[in-house]
């Protein structure tokens, strides 16, 4: 029996094709064959919400393979990803298939393996079931909410709020989660408190810290010790009574593993252990998932990266025990497995966790077979799966109060300490901490009650501020999108990554700060549409979401729900005046944008003419501050206020900031305010010679600059060194659209800024490696791929072209700036590359001209033709 079968990629499909032998054909799909066109009318709630799918041109070649090979098949096989969007691939390439009839009588089967290994495969083969409709139309439900929500709202936006990217169903709300945040430090008013630590020692002599806990009979918290003075008598106090333990009581307690990894606290572990950003950790996840080459086969590493479940299958469990008992010993393996359930919202447990496929893979032994990322990761797995089937960490926890008597005031002391008096899991393991506490533990000496202690040093008084909420990283913030359940493990990182491609916010030492234009996206979506940025009512959308793949909703039914009010809210804005616009944005974003004054003063009343009124102004490229008395008062600051020259700025009234001398070149290095934003300049221009200058990168803050950062940037590009292959070399730089490493005409992104001046040969030959070998793919671009409508009608496209990739729209043909990436190309990237090169008028119609001039002596010649014949005859 002849039986075709298709996966995802091509790196799985020869894997498997070798597992399953002849009688098997495997194909890749390359991720999804078609999607709806990036236009209006794709989703037609007037047709019953009838959705128009295409199929991308790069798939289409590969789908007729695929025709071709079902119509001569006894079977078809369909192993997509065990997951949503696996059950919808499967689909889509049964859907294709049907509509050019190359299925027949032939059986359909659904099969889904979690880690590809010979043995994981087999057994799938051995499980067939059917596509599962709710699965399928819960996708549905999704992709039509996310286009609604996308072409409805944008353009709102664009007409609206100029410079405005894009709106969407589940990354306005994570927006507006960092802006929250945003505006909670700006509010936040410090509160001033003192901490008094008295050093003693026990009458043996060991030394110890305890501090004060009550005075005069009330119990002090953090906060109640307010001022100096208070903080002062205190001290006094307590230097002069003398010292008693009055009680010591010790309790012992258990530390409990955490359980495997999930996809979003995989994420969040990589971020805060590995530095990875959430999308790199899943292209390496990934990357593990398809496997290495181990004795001539190719083997899955790891088990399916996208998953929320926790479980384990029981031989897996049973194969870690046996790892703990053979490497740490009986005392360390627990009476019997731990189980574990998921807490967060929304949760789906069908899969298991990700995990290592075989537990006897050790990370050391991995390692010589994978590159650095791929291996600290493994390892990050690895021990995280091995620690979760390990004994409690079984620790003891001594509080020691101490009576202080003697000077006329009761007070007392407080001394804690924890003891780990068998480290369990913690041998293996330790989850990472987003506030970056001090975790290690502290041991108390030997005390009873009775004991006299003596000061062994002074009491420290100590001042404190109360200090903001942080920032969120991007491991908080997906956690944070976990607990709300808003949105799904599969879409994390790709939201994170469309706030940063917006420009929507960026990270500043490894937290996310929203930029202007994040924040007014925020504030007009909570004027104008604020149920569709409410958390509660996101979350409530997942969760009818999931009840559609229950088979318990309807999915047209909440598609109609939905759109009713939604509509109606997007006509409410039609007749929506810019002034109405303003005033809501000043309301909203009044502390940020006019921040209180030292002296009390107005804060919008313009400091030019003096009786002018600041305001939030839209312009053609975006919004800034003006006057209200314009024109005659032309006084206008951007939102933030860099590089103005106002007090407080970053520059001097030339807009112009010294940073240092280059001790290179001994030419002085300045910041500067440019047309495009701040950047840096080596020196000043020499007759026509232009001196070296560089943008600031996405990210980098112009106020935090100094001259170590300005003399990094104007050393790009850098010299990475020659390609172990070719010989040529490999530069480090930072383009338009961020940081990247090219070779030979060849550009691979980099995660951040930063990875430019630290990348190393190995890293860069991956990167561009994987740029080479990336075809298709969920969400991948292809040449030719549709990007979006322009504003002023007709499709923009991108394409691969002979002398490098480009953006159409029309007539138009624009090449892609240097370091641009046409796989991830956006419609708001495209646009403007497009203006620019309609600005700079046709280059081709010269030419044309040339060319008709040629074709005339072609006339001439025929005519003289002409009237030698007829002298002829």
Not at 30 to 46: E, F, I, N, T, W
Not at 774 to 780: L, P, S
Request: glycine fraction near 8%; proline fraction near 6%.
């Amino acid at each position: 029996m002849n039986s075709v079968v298709i996966v995802e990629s091509p790196a799985k499909a020869k894997t498997i094709n070798k597992y399953l032998g002849s009688d098997y054909e495997v194909f890749a799909s390359y991720g999804h064959v078609r999607d709806l066109p990036a236009k209006d009318g794709s989703v037609d709630p007037d047709a019953d919400f009838h959705m128009l799918w295409e199929v991308d041109g790069k798939s289409a070649s590969r789908l007729n393979e695929i025709v071709r090979a079902v119509k001569g098949a006894d079977k078809l096989i369909l192993a997509t990803d065990p997951d949503r969007e696996g059950e919808a691939i499967s689909w889509h390439v049964l859907e294709v298939l049907r509509a050019k009839k190359a299925i027949k009588d032939q059986p359909i089967e659904r099969v889904v393996f979690n880690a590809i290994t010979k043995q994981s495969i087999l057994d799938a083969m051995k499980k067939p079931r059917e596509i599962d409709v709710g699965l399928v139309d819960a996708y549905l439900a999704r992709r039509a909410l996310d286009y609604l929500v996308g072409f409805n709202l944008s353009p709102v936006l664009w007409r609206k709020l100029p410079g405005a990217r894009s709106a969407g169903r589940v990354q306005s709300v994570a927006l507006r989660l960092v802006c929250d945040r945003e505006s909670e430090i700006e509010r936040f008013v410090p509160r001033e408190y003192w901490s008094l630590i008295a050093h003693l020692a026990t009458p043996k002599g060991d030394a110890f810290e305890a501090r004060i806990s009550a005075a005069d009979g009330k119990k002090l918290g953090r906060l109640d010790i307010a001022d100096e003075a208070t903080a002062t008598a205190l001290k006094k106090a307590v230097e002069a009574s003398d010292l008693k333990v009055s009680s010591v009581e010790a309790k012992p307690g258990r530390r409990n593993p955490q359980p495997p990894f999930t996809t979003s606290t995989l994420q969040q572990e990589a971020s805060r252990k590995l530095g990875l950003a959430p999308n790199r950790t899943m292209q390496i996840a990934q990357r593990l998932y398809e496997g290495v080459d181990i004795g001539g086969e190719t083997v899955g590493l790891i088990t399916y990266m996208r998953t929320d479940g926790v479980d384990m299958a029981p031989e897996a469990i049973t194969a870690v025990r046996s790892l703990i008992g053979s490497d740490y010993g009986s005392r360390y393996v627990p009476e019997s497995p731990r189980k574990y359930t998921v807490k967060a919202k929304n949760a789906q447990e069908a899969h298991e966790a990700v995990r290592p496929t075989d537990p006897t893979r050790s990370p050391k032994e991995m390692a010589k077979r994978l590159d650095e990322d791929q291996a600290r990761l493994y390892d990050l797995i690895w021990k995280r799966t091995v620690a979760s089937q390990m004994e409690s960490a079984e620790v003891e926890r001594t509080t020691v109060d101490i009576a202080a008597t003697g000077s006329g005031r009761a007070i007392e002391l407080r001394a804690t300490g924890t003891v780990v008096t068998f480290d369990g899991f913690l041998a293996l393991y330790q989850e990472g901490r987003d506030d970056e506490e001090d975790d290690e533990t502290k041991r108390l000496p030997a005390m009873a009650g009775g004991d006299a202690l003596r000061r062994d040093g002074p009491v420290s008084s100590t001042q404190h501020f109360t200090e903001p909420p942080p920032r969120y990283t991007e491991a908080a913030l997906v956690k944070r999108m976990e607990e709300l359940g808003i949105g799904r493990p599969s879409t994390y990182a790709a939201t994170l990554g469309v706030l940063r491609d917006r420009e929507y916010v960026k990270l500043d030492k490894k937290r996310l700060v929203p930029d202007d234009k994040g924040r007014l996206v925020t504030a007009f979506l909570q004027s104008f549409f604020k149920r569709y940025v409410e958390y509660d009512f996101t979350a409530g959308l997942e969760e009818q979401l999931d009840k559609i793949s229950n088979n318990e909703l309807d999915w047209k039914e909440v598609l109609r729900a939905f759109w009713k009010e939604f509509t109606g809210a997007v006509d409410a804005t039609k007749e929506l005046r810019v002034t109405e616009v303003l005033d809501a944005l000043n309301e909203i974003l009044g502390p940020y944008i006019f921040p209180a004054k030292a002296d009390g003063s107005d804060p919008r009343i313009c400091p030019t003419c003096g009786n002018g009124r600041l305001s939030l102004k839209l312009g053609k490229f975006g919004s800034f501050v003006g006057c209200s008395n314009y024109p005659e008062c032309r006084y206008t600051r951007p939102l933030g206020g860099e590089l103005e020259g106002e007090e407080g700025s970053a520059a001097g009234p030339d807009g112009v900031k010294v940073l240092g001398v280059d001790p290179a070149t001994s030419l002085e290095v300045s910041l500067r305010a440019g047309r495009f934003g701040p950047y840096v300049q080596l020196g000043e221009p020499v007759e026509k010679e232009k001196p070296k200058r560089a943008s600031l990168p996405k990210g980098w803050s112009a106020a935090d600059l100094d001259l170590e950062g300005a003399l990094k940037l104007l050393t790009l590009p850098r010299l990475v060194g020659a390609h172990p292959e070719t010989g040529k070399p490999i530069e480090a730089n930072i383009g338009r659209y961020g940081p990247y490493v090219s070779h030979d005409g060849v550009y691979a992104n980099l995660d951040s800024a930063e990875e430019v001046f630290t990348v190393g040969l190995n890293r860069a030959v991956s990167v561009i490696a994987e740029k080479k070998e990336k075809r298709g793919g969920r969400g991948q671009a292809a040449a030719g791929r549709v990007v979006g409508d322009h504003p002023e009608g007709g499709p923009v496209t991108v394409h691969a072209g002979r002398y490098g990739p480009y953006v159409k729209h029309g007539s138009i043909n624009a090449t892609l700036p240097q370091g641009s990436d046409p796989e991830t190309l956006t419609l708001e990237q495209a646009l403007p590359i497009i203006a620019a090169k309609a600005a700079s008028g046709p280059s081709k119609k010269p030419a044309r001209k040339a060319a008709a001039k040629k074709a005339a002596p072609k006339k001439t010649a025929a005519k003289k033709a002409s009237t030698k014949k007829t002298a002829a005859g």
